[in-house]
């Protein structure tokens, strides 16, 4: 499976094998900086791939050794701000973060090399990143004299804090791999030899996995903060009552009994 733009500039890639859908960011000249073409790209691949019924994971990686030198500076404009006819700005890198975000199963960012600027944005609209330790993260606005993209921000707010969120956008400092996970940019870091095998291990950890318990508790965590009390309460309920009718209660239940591994069934409805 092969989802490319016509730009030459720039392009993804993914390929699905064992239920894994790896998405490549492909923009070597640039670094595998975004255009604005890459993000309508996102825009399609990421629902295509959520409703794929082969697909149980999303990963996203960089082509070559950079994750994503952030927004092609020469297209930012038509990135960050492209004029509609017929009303407002559009912000493309924001509406790729979102789709990336809406995805329902697991996704992961692995980040070797440069992330950078929006390239941490689309990192991070996955459910954790990981890092190789040779990686370096920068969110850079402030050294281009732009503001960083607004869903970008409140996560950035999420994960780090006030304080560290405003250090990090302020002084547009770039950071290793260690510090950035010490400021909570990513989940974890990984030695540079062992990277790829880790990575694989992690991979085949989530796929042997309820699907239910992942969907069920990926959707409770988004939700929470995010919309109104009565909202939160009723995803909770739902996904409650949800649990015993799964297939997978039971048979994770036997299985630990049995010191078995458990073959979970259930998959999302179609």
């Known amino acids: 499976m092969s989802i490319a733009s016509e730009v030459r500039t720039g392009r993804l890639s993914v390929s699905v094998a064992g239920g894994v859908a790896t998405v490549e960011i492909s923009n070597l000249a640039q670094r595998n900086a975004l255009t604005k073409a890459m993000c309508l790209e996102f825009q399609e691949l990421m629902p295509q791939l959520d409703s794929d019924p082969d697909v149980s994971v999303v990963v996203l990686r960089g ?11 020469s297209e930012l404009s038509s ?51 990981i890092a190789n330790e040779r990686a370096v993260i920068g969110l850079t606005p402030a050294k281009i ?17 006030h304080a560290n969120a405003k250090y990090i956008l302020l002084t547009g400092q770039t950071f290793s791999a260690t510090e950035a996970k010490a400021l909570g940019l990513v989940a974890d870091v990984v030695p540079s030899e062992s990277f790829e095998e880790k990575c694989a291990a992690l991979i085949n950890t989530l796929r042997s996995r309820s699907r239910f318990s992942m969907h069920a508790m990926k959707r409770l965590v988004d939700c929470e903060g995010a919309t109104g009390k009565s909202v939160v309460d009723q995803e909770w309920a739902d ?8 297939p997978d209660m039971e048979i994770g239940i036997n299985a630990f009994l049995n010191r078995q591994l458990p073959q979970f069934q259930w998959r999302p409805m179609e």
């Open 239 to 246: 996904a409650w009552a949800a649990m015993p009718a799964s």
């Open 79 to 129: 990135v960050l701000t492209d004029p509609q006819p017929n009303g407002p700005t559009v912000d493309h890198l924001s509406r790729a973060d979102s789709a990336i975000a809406s995805v329902s199963k697991p996704t992961l960012a692995l980040v070797d090399g440069a992330c950078m600027g929006g390239g941490w944005q689309i990192a991070a609209a996955c459910d954790f990143v």
């Open 145 to 161: 004299g732009i503001i960083y993209p607004r869903p970008g921000l409140e996560r950035l707010v999420r994960l780090v804090g």
């Open 63 to 73: 082509a070559g050794d950079t994750f994503c030198a952030g927004a092609s500076i």
